[in-house]
């Protein structure tokens, strides 16, 4: 059993980290004059993102708002695709994840089980992404996506991660890495057009982060359940 204290549900370096984390992406924001429920967005976050990356049930009820916003704030950038992946996919997802916590809950309820994929089923996972890659890169184009390629590309590596990690499966944390490292050149791109964006470059490096530390802590709860708590 790991008894190491815990603030607000955090471990104390994550607590650290998230401190650490919300007044730069503050500064940061003021300094870009990012509007207001943008800049609320990002701080929400990042809170967000570090509960989902301790399997914590809180991390699926703040996914809910949270791609909702994003899926409002890729529209408002011309990425469609993560736009009505987040709004129409990821978002019903979380809310289901929420509901059914209970089927992958750890023994005392705290966090939840973690699973490996077989290479059966990481076949099947790559070819998914190549599908949604072909599909969404054709759709995208037609409707005027800013960056076809890349933002299908993303949702080839952000559609299966978001089921991976509903179903509690490692390897999610890896291909949202991949995404986030594509998605940090959609908004470098987009902050050579309008220096605006820069809070959203240094939201996804913060995002990126957290993923890393998802997939580790991810590796800790599948050798010992207990070993992050509530």
Same mark, same amino acid.
């Given at each position: ?7 607000? @549900? ?10 650490? *984390?919300? #007044? !730069?992406? &503050? %500064? $940061?924001? /003021? ?46 950038? @011309? ?10 996919? *990821?978002? #019903? !997802?979380? &809310? %289901? $994840?929420? /509901? ?63 089921? &991976? ?66």
């Amino acid at each position: 059993m790991n008894n190491k204290q815990t603030i607000l @549900g955090f471990r104390r370096w994550q607590f650290i980290f998230i401190c650490t *984390a919300l #007044p !730069v992406l &503050l %500064v $940061s924001g /003021i300094f870009t004059q990012q509007p207001w429920p943008e800049l609320l967005l990002a701080l929400f976050s990042v809170v967000t993102l570090m509960l989902l990356a301790g399997g914590k049930r809180a991390g699926a009820a703040f996914g809910v708002p949270f791609c909702a916003g994003h899926g409002l704030l890729f529209f408002s950038r @011309g990425v469609y695709g993560l736009a009505a992946f987040n709004a129409l996919i *990821a978002a #019903p !997802v979380y &809310l %289901v $994840s929420f /509901i059914a916590w209970g089927k992958h809950k750890s023994g005392d309820g705290s966090t939840v089980t973690i699973k490996r994929l077989s290479k059966r089923q990481w076949m099947f996972t790559v070819l998914a992404s190549a599908v949604v890659f072909s599909g969404g890169f054709f759709v995208l184009r037609a409707t005027g996506s800013a960056q076809p390629a890349l933002d299908a590309f993303t949702l080839a590596m952000f559609m299966p991660a978001l089921f &991976l990690i509903q179903q509690r499966y490692v390897e999610n944390w890896i291909l949202h890495i991949t995404g986030n490292l594509v998605s940090a050149v959609i908004w470098l791109l987009a902050t050579l057009q309008d220096p605006m964006n820069f809070n959203f470059l240094l939201i996804t490096g913060i995002a990126t982060t957290i993923n890393i530390i998802g997939l580790t802590g991810w590796l800790k709860l599948e050798r010992d359940p207990d070993e992050v708590k509530s």
